[in-house]
């Protein structure tokens, strides 16, 4: 074998072995960590209803919702999807959701872009978390949850359980 082929053998173990393992790992942990970004907000936002409705009636400028039902519907949503998100159930719908959510989120708080919402969009200050938790949720919408998640244990079992029905229908007793 030549030095190339050793080379290049190596390199192809090592990438299958990265796609394998730290793929799924690096979308748990970008599931966990969005998860634990949102419903962290949730908890401040069901700790104090009263400075939540404040907020949403004064800064936050949520389009198409009167400012009370947008402070619970937020505070609710902020509460539930995260769990769905983290454990990977359901993962890319609940992803695009909290995808959608995070865009009206960080638009509906002019305070988050000082400099002018265009320039904060290209610019690598303003809304910054936003942004990194955009991206997290775009890989999770184009990878899907992964091997460690629910989505992933459920479809085996699912498989498991259709194939025994198969074949059991081919052998009645």
């Keep these: 074998m030549s030095m ?4 290049d053998t190596c390199y192809r173990r090592t ?15 970008m599931r966990i960590w969005v998860a634990l970004a ?4 949730g908890v401040v936002k069901f700790e104090d209803p009263m400075g939540t409705q404040l907020l949403f009636n004064v800064m936050y400028h949520v ?6 039902f947008a402070a619970v519907l937020g505070t609710w949503i ?19 959701f ?9 638009s509906s708080f002019p305070g988050l872009w000082p400099h002018g919402f265009w320039h ?13 938790w955009g991206l997290m949720l775009m890989a999770v919408i184009a990878w899907g949850s992964g091997k460690l998640s629910l ?14 029905n198969v074949r059991n229908a081919g052998n009645p007793a």
């Design 4 to 7: 190339i082929q050793c080379v």
């Design 120 to 132: 904060g969009l290209f610019g690598t200050t303003d809304f910054a978390d936003h942004k990194i």
């Design 151 to 164: 989505d992933t244990l459920f479809e085996f079992v699912w498989r498991r359980w259709r194939g025994s």
């Design 78 to 96: 902020e509460l539930i999807v995260p769990w769905f998100i983290a454990f990977g159930l359901l993962g890319r719908p609940f992803a695009v």
């Design 38 to 41: 949102f419903w962290h907000a």
């Design 15 to 29: 990438a299958d072995w990265l796609q394998a393992w730290l793929g799924p790992l690096t979308l748990l942990f």
């Design 98 to 106: 909290l995808f959608i959510y995070n865009i009206i989120a960080f």
């Design 63 to 68: 389009p198409l919702l009167p400012p009370d």
